[in-house]
């Protein structure tokens, strides 16, 4: 019994020993502003509506508008939609729309297509038939027979002497064509948010790069609702920006830019955790526990 005592106090001084369990932090609702249009797509000329929303309710007393498509005047927030008409003089091209709404920001795009090309219609041709000729039969004129005696002759037919020549036979070998498969080359997609890592540990680098946005805009760039870079787009609306989370959370993290439009690229964060001394003192005093169990259970 003295010894069960000791490894039942040894097992409660090595539990209280261990660290704290780390609490959940509860995160609140980013507020998202979110736009549409519809139809997508039309030849010049075509009307469409601009939607917008929110998921926090109104966001702004009033929504702006950018595009190289034409001019959409500014329209209160909660009105949620407004009219576009496509310009007649309009290229085929998609362009995008950029709604911004006090400070956030949402892109859109509508496409103008080609227009329609109906071919003539082709009259039908009528075709009048030649009139039919009916022939005059001229009148039968019948002549009587003449009679005529042939001298008998007598044909003497010389035997036939048949060669068979052999048959030679000559064989093709099938043609064989190979048909090589095409070489397809996948372009990569434009818009989107490139990293240069699929993982960081606490304290690497990460590089963020990305092309589309307004040249010269801000690009801010956030995760999880924090802000965790920023720079200024080039001339052409590219940009290349660090990345620096300000807190350890493992697992998949979401990073959004916003510089006119919205760009998104996601990394994994990784945390590895070392052995030390203790751990190695805490199996050896469980196997003390053990073994005074063991003792007690047979004694």
């Known amino acids: 019994m003295g010894i069960a005592s000791a490894g039942v106090a040894v ?6 020993g261990g660290p704290a369990q780390a609490q959940p932090v509860e995160r609140a609702q980013q507020p998202t502003f979110s736009s549409s249009v519809s139809p997508t797509s039309g030849p010049a000329g075509t009307a469409f509506t601009v939607h917008w929303g929110s998921n926090a309710g109104a966001l702004c007393k009033t929504v702006t508008f950018s595009t190289a498509l034409t001019t959409i005047p500014p329209t209160p927030y909660p009105n949620l939609q407004v009219g576009v008409v496509a310009p007649a003089s309009a290229t085929p091209n998609t362009y995008a729309i950029t709604l911004t709404c006090d400070r956030y920001t949402s892109v ?58 052999p048959t030679t036979t000559t064989t093709t070998a099938p043609t064989t064509s190979t048909t090589l498969p095409p070489i397809t080359t996948a372009d990569a997609p434009e818009g989107d948010l490139r990293l240069d890592r699929e993982s960081v540990q606490p304290g690497d680098d990460l590089s963020a790069e990305g092309e589309g946005c307004t ?39 979401t990073i959004t830019a916003e510089c006119g439009v919205v760009l998104t690229g996601a990394v994994d964060q990784i945390v590895t955790s070392s052995t030390g001394g203790s751990s190695g003192t ?3 005093l469980v196997f003390f526990v053990l073994v005074g169990a063991a003792l007690v259970r047979f004694a």
Not at 11 to 16: A, E, N, Q, R, T
Not at 130 to 152: D, G, K, M, Q, Y
């Open 108 to 165: 859109t795009r509508f496409t103008v297509t080609k227009p329609t090309t109906t071919a003539p219609t082709t009259p039908p041709v009528t075709t009048t038939p030649p009139p039919v000729v009916t022939p005059t039969t001229p009148p039968r004129v019948t002549t009587p027979p003449v009679a005529t005696t042939s001298p008998r002759t007598t044909t003497t037919t010389a035997p036939v002497t048949t060669t068979t020549v």
């Open 282 to 284: 805490l199996v050896v």
């Open 11 to 16: 097992m409660v001084v090595g539990l209280s």
């Open 215 to 253: 040249p010269g805009a801000p690009v801010v760039l956030t995760s999880g609702g924090q802000r965790v870079g920023s720079t200024t787009a080039d001339a052409t609306g590219g940009f290349t920006a660090g990345v620096e989370f300000t807190r350890v959370e493992p697992g998949r993290h």
